[in-house]
């Protein structure tokens, strides 16, 4: 597609569920990043892929958090045991290899009651 | 604690005058900053970019200044148009830390800067 397709857009979770959320990159863009945006904060990393390498979870803020690519493709960001301090906006964004600005998706806005 | 600080949460501006959104930023080590533009319900858009080696980087409304030794940079939009109200981000890399590739980006908090007509 043309642009950073994430899904679901919208998502609410009972606490305790596990949550995964999906991230469609722009095609040929090596990096993907997860961020997320709590209420009234800015975005904080989570996550990064580049290629092959191996990740950068620096971000993840607690084992509870755990994401995955395949390649150079989708990417799913899966939380486990949902608090309800996990409510946010996850951002995934991609860019190609040396190149910087990131393109972002529209984000997932998750709540966890 | 918070390596990118944009301390003005808000920012009016009267249509045509120019909007000027500060940022600054503790690590000596970064050496690339950005400035991303959000509409609500959309995710960032990238707006400008300015590298450590300059300190100024124009592209025609927008213009970024960046002055290291006090660790400070800015966003200036003239004329400023009641379509740029929107959150403004600043965002700083460390190229170094990843071997001169991107690697991730530190936000700042954000400022909501509003155009009146």
Redesign the interface.
Known sequence: GAG?SQSPSNKVTEKGKDVELRCDPISGHT?L?W?RQRL??????LI?F?GNSAP?KS?LPSDRFSAERTGESVSTLTIQRTQQEDSAVY?C?S?Q???????????TRLTVV | DQQVKQNSPSLSVQEGRISILNCDYTNSMFDYFLWYKKYPAEGPTFLISISSIKDKNEDGRFTVFLNKSAKHLSLHIVPSQPGDSAVYFCAASARVSYGGSQGNLIFGKGTKLSVKP
């Not at chain 1, 009234?40 to 990393?45: D, N, R």
């Not at chain 1, 290899?97 to 984000?107: D, I």
């Open positions: 950073v990096a990043y961020y009234g904060q800015g975005l904080e990393f990064y580049q950068d971000g951002l964004a860019s290899q040396g190149r910087y600005g990131y393109t972002f998706g529209s984000g």
